[in-house]
Nanobody, 115 residues
Framework: QVQLVESGGGLVQPGGSLRLSCAAS????????TAWHRQAPGKQRELVAG???????DYGDSVKGRFTISRDNAKNTVYLQMNSLKSEDTAVYYC?????????WGQGTQVTVSS
C-alpha cells in the first residue's frame, strides 16, 4: 500500500522560509517521478516543482529562484525548500509520485503566507 505523508506546512510571514517533507512508503522514490503541486482557493492545481528519475528538475515559473526540490533516497523522502515566500504562495501543497504502479497524491499541507 502506497502512502505519502506530508509535513512542514504552517503560517509564515512574507519573506520567510519553510521546508515541506513528503515521506513515501510502499514505493521507491528514486525510481519514480516525484513532484510538488499546489492549489490556492478558487484556482486550479498547479505544478510547483518535479524531479524526474534521471534527476532533471522542472520548476513552475512563479517559484523559480525561490523554491528548491530535492530528495533523500535513503529516507525515501522528497523535500521542498521554500524561500522568499510571498502572499501568493498561500495554498495547499500536495506531494505527487508517479511510479510503475500508478500515480499517488498525499493528503496536502496548508501553507499560509501572511503578516
Amino acid at each position: 500500500q502506497v502512502q505519502l505523508v506530508e509535513s512542514g506546512g504552517g503560517l509564515v510571514q512574507p519573506g520567510g522560509s519553510l521546508r515541506l517533507s513528503c515521506a513515501a512508503s510502499g514505493l521507491t522514490i528514486s525510481s519514480s517521478y516525484t513532484a510538488w503541486h499546489r492549489q490556492a482557493p478558487g484556482k486550479q492545481r498547479e505544478l510547483v516543482a518535479g524531479i524526474r528519475t534521471g534527476s532533471s528538475i522542472d520548476y513552475g515559473d512563479s517559484v523559480k529562484g525561490r523554491f528548491t526540490i530535492s530528495r533523500d533516497n535513503a529516507k525515501n523522502t522528497v523535500y521542498l525548500q521554500m524561500n522568499s515566500l510571498k502572499s501568493e504562495d498561500t495554498a495547499v501543497y500536495y506531494c505527487y509520485v508517479s511510479s510503475w504502479s500508478g500515480g499517488y497524491w498525499g493528503q496536502g499541507t496548508q501553507v499560509t503566507v501572511s503578516s
